[in-house]
């Protein structure tokens, strides 16, 4: 199958917020790297409205705001258009027809195993009053993956069990149908520090929801403020206390964001990362001093994002037609998809021609038999 051969990247975030630099270093600017890195033959990044809604459906202004924030952060990080097709989750009725056919495959028992919908249950409180929309999102997400033959999803660790069952709902529907869906990996982030970017606060991940996210659209006073408020390690005291930079957030952060430009340019009295941490673990070095070096290390990340976002900003009307372009072209490409699916699953009743004169045929014969039984039998009759 052509597809199969093809080198396919997709990826969504749920527009339920601004993004913020968790997704960036998660996800978000590899999204960046592969797209301009000629490896792919298609890319797609889609705004998860449908699936956002499924835990927000008594509050759709959120969902339907925060979608041209998200297309805002994807545009000023830098997926070009051109290169990426961006589209919004609703506009594609195909994802909704995959779902109910995948949700065939899926027990309930297997859905509530799923690790990721375990957590994020718990952190929504829904006890006992799980929507079912929600406790079912593996399944559209499979539809999501499956849809566009994709072949890589770039994405946190959090998501590696939605990518198993994903792998497992393709594998269910091949063994049954026929080859037909094409089998996903998940790229995570290179470095281990940044597959879970903790937030400010020293939770284990920044979460909109905790209100603990540097956001990509920041400005650099905002930024200044979040980091110098940081967790750090609460036994370094004094600025001669030896210090602990494991699971120190600030360290953490220089983890996935600094470079030798940066020592070069805001704290030259050091190379690089580990001599850093070497002062700070034997002692000599005030938290002050890390929070505003890293404070000018994100700054200078978000300097050239913020920049283009001004820009996206001004012409609105371009983001929105950027979104429905998309939307057109990733349609075409879904259909592909089902009608391959509607075959494999025998309910292509009026796109096989074939099907329906074989059919006509069929019962042509049997009325002609028919008839001549009934001639056969008034024969006899008379007899």
Known sequence: MEQEQKKIMLTADRPTGKLHIGHYVGSLRRRVELQDSGLFDECYV???????????????????????EVALDYLS??????KTTIFVQSRIPELFELSCYFLDLVTLSRLERNPTVKTEIGMRGFNESIP???????????????????????AGEDQSPMIEQCNEIVHKFNSLYGETLVSPKIMLPEKESCKRLPGTDGKAKMSKSLGNCIYLSDDAKTVDKKV?????????????DKGHTENNPVFLYLDCFVTEKHFK???PEYKNLDELKAKYENGGLGDV??????????????????IRRKHYESNIPEVYRILEEGSKKAELKAHETVMRVRR?????????????????KAYKKKLADEEKMAEYLAKQKKN
């Open 344 to 360: 494999a699953l025998r309910v292509n009743y009026f796109e096989n021609p074939k099907f329906i004169e074989k059919q006509s």
């Open 228 to 240: 110098m408020t940081m967790f750090t390690d609460p036994t370094h005291l004094k600025v001669e």
């Open 46 to 68: 889609m705004i998860a409205d449908t699936q956002a809604l499924t835990d927000n459906y008594d509050n759709p202004d959120k969902v339907r705001d925060n979608l041209l």
């Open 265 to 267: 340019e805001f704290l």
């Open 132 to 154: 079912a929309g929600f406790l079912c999102y593996p399944v559209s997400q499979a539809a999501d993956i499956t849809a566009f033959d994709t072949t890589i999803v770039p």
């Open 77 to 82: 990080a830098g997926l070009d258009p051109e």
């Open 289 to 306: 001093t890390v929070k505003r070096f890293l404070s000018s290390v994100i700054n200078d990340v978000l300097e050239p994002i913020r």
